[in-house]
């Protein structure tokens, strides 16, 4: 439903309100694997489920990263896109587009009006 949905709305911030929803999604499932009352098969369930969201994450950062990339190719922007972690190459993306890094976690800025 995710990749439908980026399919027809492919803007900045569209992709940059995605991007924070499922990097919270994804982290949220995370905090479950190998908790204290999980059996095996709930362990497991929780793992796929948590390594679906991830290869989703992982394919949203790819696509960030391209289109700052293609930016400092086209405007010769500075945007660093290397060694530094994936969560910290993105945020000039974010932030630009209405987000604000809160200790891991993309929350919608309240001073950015919706687009």
Not at 12 to 37: F, L, N, Q, W
């Amino acid at each position: 439903m995710i990749r439908d949905f980026l399919a027809h709305h492919k803007a900045d911030h569209e992709v940059a309100a995605v991007m924070a929803a499922v990097a919270a999604k994804s982290t949220r499932i995370g905090y479950d694997i190998d908790a204290p009352d999980n059996d095996e098969e709930t362990n497991a369930r929780i793992i796929a489920e948590h390594d679906a969201w991830w290869k989703l994450e992982k394919e949203l950062y790819a696509e960030i990263i391209r289109r700052l990339e293609e930016e400092n190719r086209t405007k010769g922007t500075a945007h660093v896109t290397g060694g530094i972690g994936l969560h910290y190459i993105i945020r000039p993306f974010m932030q630009r587009n209405g987000f604000r890094d809160a200790a891991g976690w993309w929350v919608k800025r309240k001073d950015i009006r919706a687009k």
